[in-house]
């Protein structure tokens, strides 16, 4: 398990490691790992994390466009920057150069009923706090 904080908000997270082993092995190596999470800009009800040209050293596993609430993805740098996405409702994954897919590499399994609210704090009252943390 995962555990995720955003501003108030707790939620913890399963690893998809069978779907996207590499992702999950990488991210965990940099845990804790703490940002802010703005409003996404293209995917519709979801929030994301900017990383620039981060690298964490994995290529597409898991992919999806179309993720559902509680599903964080993750997208290394190429089409677009390096990003991890936060679905908090319908969403598909884009940006200005158009179509992206994503790692699925954490979903939701405690929290989720906060979703909603956590999505309505970003849009309206801005960057959240999030951090990232092995949680038993």
């Known amino acids: 398990m995962i555990a995720i904080s955003v501003g108030n908000f707790r939620f913890r997270a399963v690893w998809e490691e069978t779907k996207a082993p590499a992702t999950c092995a990488a991210f965990r190596k940099i845990l804790p790992f703490e940002n802010r999470l703005i409003q996404a800009r293209w995917s519709g009800e979801a929030a994301w994390i900017p990383m620039g040209d981060y690298d964490l050293g994995v290529d597409r596993e898991n992919v999806t466009a179309h993720p559902s609430a509680g599903e964080i993805l993750f997208h290394p740098a190429g ?58």
């Open 79 to 136: 089409i677009s920057e390096t990003e991890i996405l936060f679905v908090y409702g319908h969403a598909s994954f884009a940006s200005t150069a158009g179509p992206l897919a994503g790692n699925h590499f954490l979903t939701i399994t405690e929290g989720a009923e906060n979703l909603g609210a956590l999505g309505e704090k970003v849009l309206w009252e801005g960057a959240q706090p999030i951090r990232f943390e092995i949680g038993a």
